[in-house]
């Protein structure tokens, strides 16, 4: 699987938008690009994930660029229940990779009043 | 909401006991996963399946084993457990290998 790049840690205002932003200059042309956060330490809650184009969902949205090397997860209004844990994973769909996620340092955001 | 269960939440335990940590999911997924999570550190992939009676070791070596005789069920085993297995093992299912996959609560295990 390519390899992500994240920063260690972000602070938000509450109300503004988050972006998190992640590199992933090795990724293949058949890796999707995922996000999950952790709170607290429970499981990894999905976000959303994408292959090429820009997608939206009711929790968040993913911009990736145009040479796939890059991508940012954009939470519009952050809340203070936005705190966690965000990683970026670009997923395997082939070989020994197939389906694995595997997980990095991920970002952690704090957002604050 | 994600139907994958994991149960005991928590689990306190002497060293050289042979422990079971159990895994359920009835969203009818062939693909599951076992992930392995020390606290303030990084998931790491210990075991997965892509259907019943497959099972693969995953990125991180590790002591235990799992089966799947049931698609529904993915149970990790410690035949004999140590200390060093003091950790939160997490449970995921995903219906194909491109699709999100959904986890499970965790349970944090302790060995004393």
């Known amino acids: 699987d390519a390899k992500t790049t994240q920063p260690t840690s972000m602070d938000c205002a509450e109300g503004r938008a988050a972006n998190l932003p992640c590199n992933h200059s090795?990724?293949?042309?058949?890796?999707?690009v995922y996000w999950y956060r952790q709170i607290h330490s429970q499981g990894p809650q999905y976000i959303i994930h994408g292959l090429k184009n820009n997608e939206t969902n009711e929790m968040a949205s993913l911009i990736i660029t145009e040479d796939r090397k890059s991508s940012t997860l954009i939470l519009p209004h952050a809340t203070l229940r936005d705190t966690a844990v965000y990683y970026c994973i670009v997923r395997g769909t082939g070989g020994t990779s197939y389906g694995k996620l595997t997980f990095g340092q991920g970002t952690i955001l704090t957002v604050h009043p | 909401e994600a139907d994958i269960y994991q149960t005991p939440r928590y689990l306190v335990i002497g060293t050289g006991k042979k422990i079971t940590l159990e895994c359920s999911q009835t969203m009818g997924h062939d693909k599951m996963y076992w992930y392995q999570q020390d606290p303030g550190m990084e998931l790491h992939l210990i075991h997965y399946?892509?259907?019943?009676?497959?099972?693969e070791k995953g990125d991180l070596s590790s002591e235990s084993t799992v089966s799947r005789i049931r698609t529904e069920h993915f149970p990790l085993t410690l035949e004999s457990a140590r200390p060093s297995h003091t950790s939160q093992y997490l449970c995921?299912?995903?219906?194909?290998?491109?699709?999100?996959?959904?986890f499970g609560q965790g349970t944090r295990l302790t060995v004393v």
């Open positions: 995921a299912s995903s219906e194909y290998a491109n699709t999100e996959a959904f």
């Open positions: 399946s892509y259907g019943v009676n497959s099972t």
């Open positions: 090795t990724i293949s042309g058949n890796e999707y």
